[in-house]
């Protein structure tokens, strides 16, 4: 098989990725680039980065309730201090319409249990105006390869229309196993409106 074959399903993914975009529909909370890394990081990722380091996290999402698509990308960094500062990470995630700055600090750290809470702001860039400011809780439990999580995410909109609510409350369950390289998860999410 030679090298551009085996190339051929990334390019595609690529150029998908970059292409679809122009084709998406607005879209808020589940489908952004925050919720994405909230819901990897529950499950697969660990709460922060590393001290001292940076992660950058790129995927593809297609939303079948909304029937749109969305290429969600984050940088995660954690300064390389000791601490308070080593347990807090600075995020920046975007996607086709939002950019979201978030800055999550581990108030509980143990071998099998953690909580972490965020700060966040949304900013919308695209086919909107005005900003989200809230937070959000994540409790996690992991054994063995097994991983349990919640989530509790609240924000508040400085400027409401119709696509962007007042007040937006998700809450979350997860389980995430990992087997090998690959870690199958599942979220279940509760979005609420008012």
């Known amino acids: 098989m030679g090298t551009a074959r085996r190339w051929r399903p990334l390019a595609l993914l690529l150029i998908f990725t970059i292409v679809a975009p122009a084709q998406v529909r607005r879209s808020i909370g589940k489908t952004s680039a925050s919720g994405v890394t909230l819901r990897k990081r529950s499950n697969v990722n660990p709460l922060i980065a590393g001290a001292g380091t940076a992660e950058l996290a790129w995927a593809g999402l297609y939303s079948f309730r909304q029937a749109s698509w969305s290429a969600p990308a984050s940088l995660r960094v954690t300064p ?35 909580i972490a809470v965020a700060p966040q702001a949304t900013f919308f860039v695209r086919d909107g105006s005005g900003t989200r400011l809230g937070a959000l809780a994540v409790v996690r439990y992991d054994h063995r390869d097994h991983t349990v999580s919640a989530i ?32 199958p998860h599942v979220n279940l999410v509760r979005e609420v409106a008012t």
Request: proline letters at 1%.
């Open 80 to 114: 390389a201090h000791t601490g308070f500062w080593s347990r807090t990470e600075l995020g920046l995630a975007s996607d086709t319409h939002t950019l979201s700055v978030t800055g999550t600090h581990v108030l509980v750290e143990r071998e099998h249990f953690d």
């Open 152 to 183: 509790l995410n609240w924000t508040a909109a400085t400027r409401a229309s119709r696509g962007n609510p007042e007040h937006l409350a998700n809450f979350g369950l997860g389980y995430g196993w990992k087997r090998g390289r690959w870690s």
